[in-house]
């Protein structure tokens, strides 16, 4: 049987000193947009969802001494 959930969200309303200059609060909106079926453009978010990836790789790296991190096992 197929079990699912309802998240009620709220759009974000960025501000421009907010977490890397509204960047955060842009992700979180076309999250939003994309879950709310409001945008046709749900490569926007996964151009975003990329960028955090690489983020979290260059933290990782960094972390471990500058070794290599395969993105593809994050």
């Avoid at 609060?25 to 453009?41: K, P, Q, R, V, W």
């Avoid at 978010?45 to 994050?74: C, I, P, Q």
């Amino acid at each position: 049987d197929e079990v699912s959930e309802c998240i009620s969200i709220k759009p974000a309303k960025p501000k421009p000193c907010d977490g890397h200059g509204g960047g955060d609060a842009g992700l979180i909106s076309s999250l939003y947009a994309t879950l709310s079926g409001s945008t046709c453009e749900p490569t926007l978010l996964e151009y975003s969802l990329d960028g955090y990836k690489l983020a979290l790789a260059a933290e990782k790296s960094r972390a471990s001494g500058g070794t290599l991190v395969n993105l593809e096992e994050l």
